[in-house]
Nanobody, 121 residues
Framework: VQLQASGEGLVQAGGSLRLSCAAS????????MGWFRQAPGKEREFVTA????????YYADSVKGRFTISRDDAKDTVYLQMNSLKPEDTAVYYC???????????????WGQGTLVTVSS
């Protein structure tokens, strides 16, 4: 499956942004989807994941209550709604696909190209 992330942007602290990740090539509904991020000089970290059915979601503690993951299988797209953004949310955000539901990078076989989110203070 090929993944294309979009929604790059610069926002002020407290603002909102929505990222999208469009999938193509294989049956999107067969995959659990996740979002990860990588800040400059840091390792890639888990942000959130959603199951194939959309019935289960996981969030990193740092984004819980502020970020929401969702999926639209009719559009082969997964979304990341980010509210109450903080400067520490600044990073390149990656979407990824897995056969199950996971929060570990090595469990994801397919990755998008990344999209930059910058939050100014």
């Amino acid at each position: 499956v090929q993944l294309q992330a979009s929604g790059e942007g610069l926002v002020q602290a407290g603002g909102s942004l929505r990222l999208s990740c469009a999938a193509s090539g294989r049956t999107f509904s067969s995959y659990g989807m996740g979002w990860f991020r990588q800040a400059p000089g840091k390792e890639r970290e888990f942000v959130t994941a959603i199951s194939r059915s959309g019935g289960r979601t996981y969030y990193a503690d740092s984004v819980k209550g502020r970020f929401t993951i969702s999926r639209d299988d009719a559009k082969d797209t997964v979304y990341l709604q980010m509210n109450s953004l903080k400067p520490e949310d600044t990073a390149v955000y990656y979407c990824a696909a897995t056969n199950g539901l996971a929060y570990i990078t090595t469990m994801y076989a397919y990755w998008g190209q990344g999209t930059l989110v910058t939050v100014s203070s």
